[in-house]
Nanobody
């Protein structure tokens, strides 16, 4: 089965930076979009950023606009999130998501990573 494996989370001080990575095992015929979501304690999961594979259009939550950058590497079926100027409010578990059709599948669907924890604290 297709799996998304995330890495790059950890503990960082306010103002610091982290780079999250998400790589898919298996191959895809089509990857339509990729996204990062996050869920803070006691809050609902929210969209942080997403990128459309065709054309590369991006979306950012206003709370991270100007600080975070989403990018993709289609050759490696991977998506990245560069996080700069981190704030304590960015503390959450971050999840990657692909909307994709794996090789051999008839229909696309969403695939989720297991999540990686980001803690911004002194």
């Amino acid at each position: 089965q297709v799996q998304l494996v995330e890495s790059g989370g950890g503990l960082v001080q306010p103002g610091g930076s982290l780079r999250l990575s998400c790589a898919a095992s298996g191959s895809f015929w089509n990857i339509y979009n990729m996204a990062w979501h996050r869920q803070a304690p006691g809050k609902q999961r929210e969209v942080v950023a997403h990128i459309i594979t065709t054309g590369g259009s991006t979306y950012y939550s206003p709370s991270v606009q100007g600080r975070f950058t989403i990018s993709r590497d289609n050759a490696e079926s991977a998506v990245y999130l560069q996080m700069n100027s981190l704030k304590p409010e960015d503390t959450a578990v971050y999840y990657c998501r692909f909307n994709a059709r794996p090789t051999g599948a008839a229909m696309p669907r969403d695939y989720w990573g297991q999540g990686t924890r980001v803690t911004v604290s002194t």
